[in-house]
């Protein structure tokens, strides 16, 4: 399954950013999906789920929403608010079983190529 991530960019401090992931050729529904990010010098830490259970990170949560367009194809992640310590490289994965709080990256079997987030102080 080949995931393409994109949205990423150069946002100030307090603005909003979405982004998107496509998987063609599949059905993104039909998949258990999540977002990660990778910050600078940092290992790569869970951000948000969408399975059998909506999860997020404690550091987003309520700034972020995880949701699928499934007329699109789509796993977005709407992000408000950000933060300069949101600075990282965002990846879309999806898993392959389904479950409650998948939040390990070992939960994962596909992930997307990355997109690069920037939020300026």
């Known amino acids: 399954v080949q995931l393409q991530a994109s949205g990423g960019g150069l946002v100030q401090a307090g603005e909003s950013l979405r982004l998107s992931c496509a998987a063609p050729?599949?059905?993104?529904?039909?998949?258990?999906v999540g977002w990660f990010r990778q910050r600078p010098g940092k290992e790569r830490e869970f951000v948000a789920g969408?399975?059998?259970?909506?999860d997020y990170a404690d550091s987003v949560k309520d700034r972020f929403t995880i949701s699928r367009d499934n007329a699109k194809n789509t796993l977005n992640l709407q992000m408000n608010s950000l933060k300069p310590e949101d600075t990282a490289v965002y990846f879309c994965?999806?898993?392959?079983?389904?479950?409650?709080?998948?939040?390990?990256?070992?939960?994962?079997?596909?992930w997307g190529q990355g997109t690069q987030v920037t939020v300026s102080s």
């Open positions: 969408l399975s059998w259970t909506t």
């Open positions: 994965a999806a898993g392959l079983k389904w479950g409650e709080h998948l939040t390990n990256k070992n939960d994962y079997r596909y």
């Open positions: 050729g599949r059905t993104f529904s039909t998949y258990p």
